[in-house]
């Protein structure tokens, strides 16, 4: 084991996030020990705590403490059936990028309590002739499905990393929601803060909504901001809907959803595990022939290409359990447009 050691980050490591800089620094280190000595705090920024996800900047100060000199196993070669699996569901490459449609059920990333098959352990099925393997550029939730981007190249993921960063995508899902929100068309504002505890299923702390003029008095709590449409309904029991997160925070987009009183059908972690909620309102589960997977769906992603400057504009067909609620009910992904939120021509 090394000592402890305090390193000053130059101009090279400013923009990355800690994780990959420490992954790329010292490749014995796996993500869910960086996790783990972050959690601990045995990492430090600038003397404070920091999270595996924070941009470093150049001048700050990073303490290291203690690591293991020697590199874990190698990660196990992907099986053949997963190779498949995996470069079938790519929906369009070039040089510079890989679009997934990921499927759910899959993590994006190692992590705690996350095993070792997930979308970046995959990657490496899809190198394409290239040395190395393409790197997530940004995340899903693991049963989330939908368009996630990847790069073949550390300059191109900084590039698509500023672009997500600086909201200069966007991103819009499909959900099918229990109830039908009102109005049909709105904007949520709800700040989000993490709720304490681990929560339900493994996915970490649950995220708790914060009024938007409380936001600034709730230690921990940052600002969210959803765009919602209301495209089909079954009555009033069932909605399709679709949304923007103007913001990207954690669980914002089920967090908000819920605090409507609307939860995402299959939703357990924010909407219950029944059909209604003892104290009233909608549960997250629609019964009968209806699937308990979460249906929430990264449908389409627009992006100006980081290299060619190219306008992109990438759809991703929904996942069989959503296909088969979305037939039940008799909707079709063609009768409604690519961005509801446009407005006519």
Known sequence: MSGVRTLTLGPDDAEQRLDRWLRKRYPQLTQGRIEKMCRKGELRLDGGRVKPAARLEAGQTLRLPPLPETAPPPPAEVSASDAEMIRAAVLWHDQHIIALNKPPGLPSQGGSGVGGRHIDGLAGALCYGYKDKPSLVHRLDRDTSGVMLLARTPRVARRLSEAFRGRDTRKIYWALTAGVPQPRMGTIRYGLVKAPGRGAQGEGEKMRCVAPDAVADT???????????????????????????????????????????????????????????????????????????????????????????????????????????????????????????????
């Open 219 to 345: 230690p921990g709590a940052k600002r969210a901001t959803t765009d919602f449409a209301v495209l089909e309904t079954l009555g009033q029991r069932a909605a399709w809907v679709a949304l923007v997160p103007v913001t990207g925070r954690t669980h914002q987009l089920r967090a908000h959803m819920a605090e409507l009183g609307h939860p995402i059908v299959g939703d357990g972690k924010y909407g219950g595990s029944g059909q209604e909620k003892a104290e009233g309102g909608w549960g997250a589960q629609l019964g009968g022939e209806i699937s308990r997977k979460l249906h929430l769906h990264a449908r389409h992603l627009q992006l100006t290409h980081p290299v060619t400057g190219a306008a992109l504009s990438i759809t991703a067909p929904l996942p069989g359990h959503m296909a088969r609620s979305w037939a039940t009910f008799g909707w079709s992904p063609d009768d409604v447009p690519d961005d509801p939120f446009e407005a006519p021509r």
